[in-house]
């Protein structure tokens, strides 16, 4: 079980947010706000030069499925954001084994 409202650092650069209570539309609209916010932002007052964008994914959580699935179907979303150019955000579609077996093997090589 997922506490409500709750974030984690999942990769290098990649964080999941668990939104309980909040619909697909919801969370697409919360990510979206989200990147317009680093979108816009001046990352030149960070350092000169420095620009930052951003790629999101969101997925339903269905309690049927294990958690793997939600998580995947998200990264799949992400992706899809970011091979469409990035800053914007992707809602994840159905779970594709070859994607779960990539993510899987990905996932094994970074734990040697």
Known sequence: MLPPHCEERIGGDEFLIYLKGETLAQAAKMAGDVVARIKTYDW??????LYCTISA????????????????????????????????????????????????????????
């Open 44 to 49: 030149t007052k960070v350092a000169p030069n």
């Open 57 to 112: 994914g969101v997925a339903h959580y269905n309690r049927d499925r294990p958690v793997q699935d939600w998580i995947v179907r998200a990264i799949q979303g992400a992706v899809d954001a970011k091979t469409s150019g990035g800053n914007r955000v992707s809602r994840g579609g159905p779970l594709s084994m070859p994607a779960y077996l990539s993510l899987a093997y990905e996932a094994m090589l970074s734990q040697d």
